[in-house]
T-cell receptor
Framework: AQTVTQSQPEMSVQEAETVTLSCTYDTSENNYYLFWYKQPPSRQMILVIR??????QNATENRFSVNFQKAAKSFSLKISDSQLGDTAMYFCAFMKQNTGTASKLTFGTGTRLQVTL | DTGVSQDPRHKITKRGQNVTFRCDPISEHNRLYWYRQTLGQGPEFLTYFQNEAQLEKSRLLSDRFSAERPKGSFSTLEIQRTEQGDSAMYLC?????????????FGQGTRLTVV
């Protein structure tokens, strides 16, 4: 079974600054995907960024980037130029590469990020 | 709006009553998931449908829970004889075939409160 650990329950960052959210995971799988999802106060989960385990290059999406360390089983999210709209709960999630069964997500417990003026 | 739609958004029920939630996935998404999220936790997988077939159920899904996806379109999740421990946010997600995209798209959820 897979586990995902987010050790930072809450974090705060000032607008325009950079913040890094941590995530570690445990798995015996070699092929998998990792995700960061954002859950704003309205509660709809939104995909922020995705990383395929077979890719060595770290994924980036505009102000969001990851630091994927496969050997260390670490997958941190960096948010640059933080904006008030980034205030949300952030979940790290793991998914085994599709083997014909459910491509279900295993989530961490989340990090609540507050962006302040 | 072409996103995942869930109804109702909120449900308050008395212990022992039955409740049913509905999820309308994004059209042409053949995969549909139900998750449960309790306060301070990440979502936990409940069950998975590929088209109309329910292919996987979590051990979290007791016999009081049943889910259907007739004709591979919308899905319903029913909880019979609700208990206070069932109070949670129930999230639905859908995905296209895996060879298209891997990520799931979530609805806004149904918040259940059992009193």
């Amino acid at each position: 079974a897979q586990t995902v650990t987010q050790s930072q329950p809450e974090m705060s960052v000032q607008e325009a600054e950079t913040v890094t959210l941590s995530c570690t995971y445990d798995t015996s799988e070699n092929n998998y995907y990792l995700f960061w999802y954002k859950q704003p106060p309205s509660r709809q989960m939104i995909l922020v960024i995705r990383q395929e385990a077979y890719k060595q290059q770290n994924a980036t999406e505009n102000r969001f980037s990851v630091n994927f360390q496969k050997a260390a089983k670490s997958f941190s999210l960096k948010i640059s130029d933080s904006q008030l709209g980034d205030t949300a709960m952030y979940f790290c999630a793991f998914m085994k590469q599709n083997t014909g069964t459910a491509s279900k997500l295993t989530f961490g417990t989340g990090t609540r990020l507050q962006v302040t003026l | 709006d072409t996103g995942v739609s869930q109804d109702p958004r909120h449900k308050i029920t008395k212990r022992g009553q039955n409740v049913t939630f509905r999820c309308d996935p994004i059209s042409e998404h053949n995969r549909l998931y139900w998750y449960r999220q309790t306060l301070g936790q990440g979502p936990e997988f409940l069950t998975y449908f590929q088209n109309e077939a329910q292919l996987e159920k979590s051990r979290l899904l007791s016999d009081r829970f049943s889910a259907e996806r007739p004709k591979g379109s919308f899905s319903t999740l029913e909880i019979q004889r609700t208990e206070q421990g069932d109070s949670a946010m129930y999230l639905c997600a859908s995905s296209p075939p895996s060879y298209v995209r891997t990520e799931a798209f979530f609805g806004q959820g149904t918040r259940l409160t059992v009193v």
